[in-house]
C-alpha cells in the first residue's frame, strides 16, 4: 500500500522558519508529481507547492519568496523550507502525489495524514 508520512509541523512564532519533510513508500518515486497542499478550518484546500519528476517547481502566490520545495529521489524525500512565516499559514499540511505526471498537469491521488503548522503572532 502505499504510504506517505508527513514530519516536522509544529507552533512557530510569526517570522521564523520550519521545515517539513514528507516519506514515501510503497510506489516508484519517479514518473511523478509531487505537492504540499494545506487547508485550514472553514477554508478550501489550496495547493502550496509542486514539483515535477525532474525537480522544477512551482508555487502557489500566497508562499512564492518565501517557501522551498525540493525532493529527494534516491531516498524517496519531499521536503519543504517554510521562512518568514505569518500567521496565515497555520493550517493542516498534507504531502501528495500524482504517479504519472511528471508535469504535474493532473490532480494528486495519494496524500498523507497531515501535520498541523500553527503560527503565532
Known amino acids: 500500500q502505499v504510504q506517505l508520512v508527513e514530519f516536522g509541523g509544529g507552533s512557530v512564532q510569526a517570522g521564523r522558519s520550519l521545515t517539513l519533510s514528507c516519506g514515501v513508500s510503497?510506489?516508484?518515486?519517479?514518473?511523478?508529481?509531487m505537492s504540499w497542499f494545506r487547508q485550514a478550518p472553514g477554508k478550501e484546500r489550496e495547493r502550496v507547492a509542486s514539483i515535477n519528476s525532474v525537480g522544477t517547481p512551482s508555487y502557489g502566490d500566497s508562499v512564492k519568496g518565501r517557501f522551498t520545495i525540493s525532493r529527494d529521489n534516491a531516498k524517496n524525500w519531499l521536503l519543504l523550507q517554510m521562512n518568514s512565516l505569518k500567521p496565515e499559514d497555520t493550517a493542516m499540511y498534507y504531502c501528495?502525489?500524482?504517479?504519472?505526471?511528471?508535469?504535474?498537469?493532473?490532480?494528486?491521488?495519494?496524500w498523507g495524514q497531515g501535520t498541523q503548522v500553527t503560527v503565532s503572532s
Open positions: 501528495a502525489a500524482a504517479p504519472y505526471d511528471p508535469d504535474c498537469s493532473g490532480v494528486p491521488v495519494y
Open positions: 510503497g510506489y516508484g518515486y519517479s514518473r511523478n508529481c
